[in-house]
């Protein structure tokens, strides 16, 4: 008998903790529950601005955690079609969004096209070679040439197509150093392994040991489009909305203007 009151006795204590409002055991565990992690796929060259972009949309949303893949385009691509974990892609080309859009492999209602860049010349700070324009590239003092591999790097499609339509590929095309990310093609300028090298203007700021000595004309390449979209197969989509939403926003937008990004219309 005394057995069973002093069960019950515990028992009356335990529940009581379990409803009083001053103490939740569970708490911890429903703050995990809700925290949600997301894994942003992005083009090499959204980086600096993505990381800088990243504390103020944790502060906004404090459920949401964002981690980064940072990459080649057509290798991020290339990821997300053998099936690796992603919740957003953006790309630094329509060409590997469309690719994910025909395998059925992102929401098309999250799609919008978010930024554009532009195409530039860079040589070391103390280049005494005289490069002053593309055609420049043709002399004979020009040795390597550095840029990216335009099978999978968007720099190195856009430049292919300024090279071709200035008629000089062919001429300079045994000088060609090909890199995977135009991040490595920066770092080939930056530390001599390059005469020259062909990247966007928002990589080109983010040096002080190169200098852009000539921007492509627009009509010498296809539009330089990042596009943005969840992926189908993301498993927390709400978030990753959210995140995708926000960089539409003023804040994000103020950041990319910053590193040099234009908004697409």
Known sequence: ?????????????????????????????ITTAQTQTI????????????????????KAHGNIKVNYNFGASGALQQQ?????PADVFLSA???QMDALAKAGLIDTTTRRNLLTNRLVLIVTKNSALKISDF?????????????GEPRSVPVGQYSEEVLKNLGILEKIRAKLVF???VRNVLAAVETGNADAGIVYITDAK????????ATAANNLHSPIIYPIAVIKASKNPQAAKTFAQ????????????????????
Not at 40 to 46: K, N, T, W
Not at 135 to 147: E, G, H, P
Not at 206 to 213: F, G
């Open 1 to 29: 008998m005394k057995r069973r009151y002093f069960l019950a006795f515990i028992g009356s204590i335990v529940l009581s903790c379990l409803l009083s409002p001053d103490i939740n055991l569970f708490s911890s565990t």
């Open 39 to 58: 894994l942003v796929s992005a083009a090499a060259s959204l980086k600096d601005a993505l990381e800088e972009i990243k504390p103020g949309f944790e």
């Open 80 to 84: 997300i079609t053998q099936g690796a």
């Open 93 to 95: 080309a329509t060409k």
């Open 135 to 147: 055609r420049s590239l043709t002399n004979s003092n020009v040795k390597r040439i550095a840029v």
């Open 179 to 181: 890199a995977n990310s």
């Open 206 to 213: 983010i040096s002080d040991r190169v200098k852009v000595v």
């Open 246 to 265: 926000y960089l539409t926003r003023a804040a994000a937008k103020n950041i990319f203007e910053k590193f040099g990004f234009g908004i697409a219309r």
